[in-house]
């Protein structure tokens, strides 16, 4: 699956990181992305107005970045007029009001920087003229709808001491935006072998009453042993454990993960997409 990749900077480094949608690669003897290429074009069944737990209103995840950033987040954003980001060693998204005018696309422009590549989760409008679309990917949303969750015995909770295994794991599996202080958005699981990280899964987005599940990876050398699973509904056990309910996005080309996903409890709720846009302007390149 295509991958948008966007530059951020981490003190004097820059660091290129996956923007593209979370997804989950197959393990030995499980079909390719393209066994089910129709899978994802399906239509989507209408949900409840709420979840599986009182006010987890669905409508909310129009805009789950927005949402997440004026609401559990907040202590995250970074602002300026109606335009909120996530610091950029955090993640790398940004949220525009639902309907964004000129002022908004100017705020976007000033907030992040001339010449930054800016990944814009869901949008789906035209970019004002100076903008340039960089990478665009279809993608779904799934929510919980009738997982059977369960704590993982094997599984650790993984924090700052973890990241540097951690950006090593995402550096060689690719499932998604994941940054050194990602991991302070919530909660995130690992299993380790003989020492080593092998296999995680945290929370990302967090809309009030939903959590995201991200960073879903498997060292390639132990893919089909169902390690993603056991921490997908690890992850999920804890979320439900708060009263909230989980949801995730991945590619909708990545048909061996929504295939999975569903079989777990998890239901397609809307298609979305992953673009990328670059700010006019040129970013400046410092001086060694």
């Keep these: 699956m295509p991958e948008a990749y966007v ?3 981490h003190g004097d480094r820059e660091a290129r990181v996956t923007a593209g949608p979370d997804r989950l690669e197959p393990g030995p003897g499980e079909p390719g992305p393209g066994a089910a ?8 069944a209408p949900l409840p107005a709420t979840g599986p737990f009182p006010g987890s209103d669905p409508r909310i995840l129009d805009n789950p970045a927005l949402a997440a950033l004026t609401g559990p987040h907040a202590r995250f954003a970074e602002r300026r007029g109606r335009v909120l980001r996530y610091p950029a060693d955090v993640s790398p998204w940004l949220a525009f009001p639902d309907e964004p005018d000129a ?8 907030l992040t920087g001339p010449g930054a590549e800016v990944p814009l989760l869901g949008f789906r409008g035209r970019v004002p003229e100076g903008w340039e679309v960089t990478s665009r990917i279809e993608g779904v949303q799934l929510v919980d709808d009738g997982l059977t969750t369960a704590p993982e015995p094997e599984a650790v909770r993984l924090g700052p001491a973890d990241v540097p295994e951690m950006l090593d794991l995402v550096e060689r599996t690719r499932p ?11 909660t995130y699981l690992g299993i380790r072998r003989d020492g080593r990280l092998i296999a ?7 809309p009030p009453g939903w959590t995201e599940i991200s960073a879903v990876c498997t060292d390639p050398a132990h893919r089909g042993e169902g ?11 804890g979320i439900r454990e708060r009263g909230e309910t989980p949801f995730l996005h991945t590619g909708a080309a990545n048909t061996t ?7 777990l409890g ?5 298609r979305t997409a992953f673009m990328a846009a670059r700010a006019p302007g040129h970013r400046a390149v410092p001086v060694a």
Aim: positive net charge; glycine residues 4%.
């Design 227 to 237: 390690l993603a699973t056991r921490l997908i509904l690890a992850v999920a056990h």
């Design 200 to 206: 995680m899964a945290g929370e990302r987005l967090h």
């Design 7 to 9: 530059s951020t900077r």
């Design 103 to 110: 002022r908004d696309w100017a705020d976007a422009a000033a």
């Design 37 to 44: 290429a129709a899978h994802a074009d399906t239509a989507t």
């Design 266 to 270: 998890f239901r397609l709720r809307l």
């Design 176 to 186: 998604g935006p994941f940054l050194p202080r990602t991991v302070e958005l919530g």
């Design 257 to 263: 993960a929504i295939r999975l996903y569903e079989s």
